[in-house]
């Protein structure tokens, strides 16, 4: 564990850097951050989470401007924004186009969750890198949410390279989320700032703690297949190489980075369906089986 001070934040920015998720606190609970324009990086936060499913992650940034620079704001987000942030509040909107956001972060959806902390310990690493962060909680999937570095260590201890000290946080509870686009504001997600807005208990999964629904492609999809058939798009993995492959080397990081652009790049193909190599049932391996597995039950 590192004690936070600017030793501390230079040693976490230089591990973020290198692609490794780093536990830090943030007002509301300890997040496991890591580079939200980098695949590969955020790949690691859901393999060391042992994470069941892809869901949507809460990228976090410095100020409402560089929230900006990644969301589409409305007039309405945008004062949700000057008066709640730095804070509690996660907003949902459009995502710019260009963004530059890894697709993983935002499950392949059209939206992404944008979040300005308060505490000092996440807003000096934000500054330290100068990139947005992705940050789940950091705790193993399912277990409970942590306030304190040693809940993090008793949950993630030899999974990750390094955790921010900074005592306990002030809320204890996630942020309040709330989806701001197609013309309505929702509440997807009730938190510390109570807010008079209805909830919308119909809404897709757009954000963290929704249910388990997200983003599938229109076409067919068929799951674990050795060889396409028919005229299927197949998407590889190991040694079944597919049109294009999740990873050649049978590698569940690299398959989970590529994943989302993979399920895109067979979506805007000629084919009219798509097949997906075998994907083994353990590690990461359990998260892209349940995310394919999903993604293929919308079709029946």
């Not at 399912?142 to 260590?153: F, K, N, Y």
Request: negative net charge; proline residues 9%.
């Amino acid at each position: 564990m590192l004690p936070f001070g600017p030793e501390a934040i230079a040693e976490a920015a230089r591990l973020i850097r290198a692609r490794e998720p780093v536990a830090v606190p943030t007002e509301t609970v300890y997040g496991l951050a890591a580079d939200a324009t980098n695949a590969s990086a955020v790949a690691r936060i859901y393999a060391a989470k042992g994470r069941p499913s892809f869901n949507p992650l809460i990228v976090h940034v410095p100020d409402l401007a560089g929230a900006e620079r990644f969301g589409m704001f409305t007039p309405e987000a945008r004062a949700l924004g000057e008066v709640h942030w730095p804070g509690p509040l996660t907003l949902v909107v459009p995502t710019r186009e260009g963004a530059g956001l890894a697709s993983i972060v935002t499950a392949g959806l059209p939206t992404v969750a944008l979040r300005v902390p308060a505490h000092p310990a996440m807003q000096a690493l934000l500054h330290e890198v100068g990139i947005p962060l992705a940050a789940p909680s950091a705790n193993a999937s399912g277990t409970i949410s942590p306030t304190r570095a040693e809940h993090v260590l008793k949950s993630l201890g030899g999974r990750i390279a390094a955790i921010v000290d900074a005592g306990s946080t002030t809320l204890g509870i996630e942020s309040t989320i709330i989806g701001v686009f197609d013309g309505a504001i929702r509440l997807l997600r009730p938190g510390p700032i109570d807010l008079d807005i209805r909830a919308d208990d119909a809404a897709p999964v757009i954000a963290p703690g929704m249910l388990a629904r997200h983003y599938a492609p229109s076409k067919p999809l068929r799951l674990d297949a050795l060889a396409e058939a028919g005229q299927e798009y197949l998407i590889g993995f190991g040694p079944v190489p597919g049109h294009a492959t999740l990873s050649a080397s049978g590698d569940l990081i690299e398959a989970a980075a590529n994943l989302f652009d993979l399920l895109h790049a067979a979506e805007d193909a000629m084919h009219p369906a798509i097949a997906v190599a075998p994907i083994p049932e353990e590690g990461l391996g359990l998260a892209l089986r349940d995310r394919l597995r999903r993604a293929a039950a919308r079709e029946t």
